[in-house]
């Protein structure tokens, strides 16, 4: 999905360019079965038999960080955000400060539901990091000490796309996880200096993604994200008013989202 404006520096939604016209995605409208919607441009999807399953959604907040700075934000996000989806029809399994096995028990049992689901949800808040164009979620216990402990100790974002590969869904990927992030700043010094340059600020883009996938990243990619004076971040914020408009379709919301983010 292409954005139809250019992303504001620092503070815009953006959402990569797909391998594929994303067919699912193009009018994935989040709003609850039954709700009043305008017509859309767009054709609709070709019906499959998860078109007909659930909405399912996993929303994790990660912020009592053990060998980094707390973020007070992300829990109070997610926790405002699985409330939301819950009101609009998803099936929704949330999380709050997971270290790294309780994040591999809930992204396990949400791809279980995601097999026969009709629009997948991931929603993550809390500190990410890129490394080598790869992009990781970090658990509240990550210490990244040495080199060998990226594998061991983060999630890559990319295994997780890949178990979402299979047609006949829609995957949406929302990551409030552009923040300032010592412990990236951290690993990189452990690197040798010929690697150092490997871990790159904020996260990485997405040159080709699967039919049917949106990501969509709180700030562009290589930039952080402000936290914002509030509860919830700016982005979070956002995301959680427009996402319940009746009939709006997934793309008018991140376009909504980036004009409140960056004014």
Do not use: W
Not at 43 to 67: C, E
Not at 80 to 94: K, P, S, T, Y
Not at 213 to 232: F, H, K, M, R, V
């Amino acid at each position: 999905v292409t954005p139809p404006v250019k992303p504001a520096a620092s503070t815009s939604t953006q959402t990569p360019a797909a391998a594929t016209p994303p067919k699912p995605v193009a009018t994935a409208s989040l709003t609850a079965p039954g709700a009043a919607s305008p017509a859309s441009t767009a054709a609709p999807a070709a019906k499959s038999p998860a078109a007909q399953g659930p909405r399912v959604a996993l929303v994790i907040g990660n912020g009592k960080y053990v060998n980094a700075n707390v973020l007070p934000n992300p829990p109070n996000d997610a926790h405002a955000m699985a409330g939301v989806l819950r009101e609009i029809g998803f099936d929704v399994q949330e999380g709050e400060n997971l270290d790294r096995a309780a994040m591999e028990t809930q992204l396990r049992e949400f791809l279980h539901k995601a097999a026969n689901a009709s629009i997948v949800l991931l929603f993550y808040a809390g500190h990410g990091m890129q490394v080598d164009g790869k992009n990781y979620l970090v658990p509240v216990d990550a210490k990244l000490a040495e080199a060998s402990d990226l594998a061991f100790e983060t999630i890559e974002i990319d295994k997780v796309l890949d178990s979402l590969g299979a047609p006949g869904h829609t995957n949406i990927i929302l990551l409030d996880a552009c923040r300032d992030n010592p412990l990236a700043r951290s690993f990189a010094r452990h690197l040798p200096a010929s690697r150092s340059a490997a871990v790159a600020t904020g996260l990485a883009p997405y040159s080709a993604v699967g039919t049917g996938t949106l990501i969509a990243y709180a700030t562009a990619p290589g930039q952080t994200a402000l936290d914002g004076a509030g509860a919830d971040s700016p982005f979070t914020t956002s995301l959680m008013r427009n996402i319940k408009t009746p009939g709006l379709e997934i793309r008018q919301v991140l376009t909504r989202v980036r004009a409140d983010v960056a004014s």
